[in-house]
Nanobody, 120 residues
Framework: QVQLVESGGELVQPGGSLRLSCAAS????????MGWYRQAPGNQRELVAT???????NHAHSAKGRFTITRDNAKNTVTLQMSSLKPEDTAVYYC??????????????WGQGTQVTVSS
């Protein structure tokens, strides 16, 4: 059974930093992409950053220059280093792992989420 477990979310002041971590277990296949998404109340879940097994990263516009995603393929872990946090970064952050089954089919796995609150 695949499990993604996030940690690191907490209350932080504007301008502060946080590091989110995610560890995947029960993996018996190749993970194509791991990443982070977030969902604020009343909003759709949105991409924050992803990292492929080949080391290619993609950061959302809102994350560029402030957030950095890193991935350890051997350990099946992914981290998100966040700095210069803003109140609008407040959301539940979800870890994601993608398994490509075919050219047109991707199976997505999700963690339970970790709350990040940016407030003074």
């Amino acid at each position: 059974q695949v499990q993604l477990v996030e940690s690191g979310g907490e209350l932080v002041q504007p301008g502060g930093s946080l590091r989110l971590s995610c560890a995947a277990s029960g993996i018996r296949f190749s993970i194509n992409s791991m990443g982070w998404y977030r969902q604020a109340p009343g909003n759709q879940r949105e991409l924050v950053a992803t990292a492929t097994s080949g080391g290619r990263t993609n950061h959302a516009h809102s994350a560029k220059g402030r957030f950095t995603i890193t991935r350890d393929n051997a350990k099946n872990t992914v981290t998100l280093q966040m700095s210069s946090l803003k109140p609008e970064d407040t959301a539940v952050y979800y870890c994601n792992a993608d398994r490509r089954l075919s050219d047109s089919t991707i199976l997505k796995y999700w963690g339970q989420g970790t709350q990040v609150t940016v407030s003074s």
